[in-house]
């Protein structure tokens, strides 16, 4: 169960954040909006949120998922990929000294950005991507072992991050979509395979048996539905426009 979640708030910059959309420029107003909604949400799933103040420096910022790992015994601050993304971790180390005493990095020629992290139990499955590279998974791996956790890579082929394409829903419930439906590495779950049309739901948060999906696709909130949880649907559509989704605007542990 999840105890805390770190959030911060977009800031006016996010308008030139990274993106491969093609979905438009980000309404400011309304992404302040959503991002209340979101947090509100995360508070009736039953976690205290900690809330940052924007920063203008990082217009990605908001998507404080990809600059740190929280697991059970020790944060890892990651070493984002993308050059623009460069500091952010530096600022999330400060906040999470609140929380951890033991606390790891990734250091250079390493990459991770925590998107590309799928956490399943005790086990974390670490996706090879544009952002993360296999010496920074290769680290990763390694700090894991030595909390007593274990670890495995993912290529990537088509799908910016890992969680792009995957969201584990606790319960042996996995949500999984294009090039991981058929992977090996993921046999052994029960898939909710995500249709074409709605792809965009790969990415949901499990969160203390309640589950947050993108407002909008009712064919995937049937699906999550029918397996008993508490879902809640939360207008994604500015944070889509930067490629983002429900999992990268929180830290939860």
Known sequence: MFKHAIVRKPCQ???????????????YELALKQHDFYVETLKKCGVEV????????????????DVALCTKKCAIITNPGAPTRKGEE????????????????????????AGDIMMVGDHFYIGLSARTNQEGARQMI???????????????????HLKTGLSYLENNHLLISGEFVEDPAFKEFHKIIVSEDEL???????????????????????EVEQLGYVVHEVDMSEF??????????????
């Open 50 to 65: 900690t809330v940052l103040e924007a920063d203008e420096r990082y217009p990605d910022s908001c998507f404080v998922e």
């Open 142 to 160: 390694h700090i894991l072992n030595k909390c007593g956790f274990t670890g495995s890579m993912v290529p990537l082929k088509e799908v910016l």
């Open 13 to 27: 910059a996010m308008i030139d954040g990274i993106t491969t959309a093609n979905l438009g420029t980000p309404d």
């Open 90 to 113: 530096e600022e999330m180390k400060e906040v999470l000294k609140r929380f951890y005493e033991n606390m790891e990095f990734i250091q250079d020629p390493g990459t991770v950005e």
């Open 200 to 222: 965009y739901t790969s990415n949901c948060i499990w969160v203390n048996d309640h589950v947050l999906i993108p407002a909008g696709f009712p064919k995937t909130l049937k």
């Open 240 to 253: 889509r426009k930067l490629d983002g989704g429900l999992s990268c605007l929180s830290l939860r542990f």
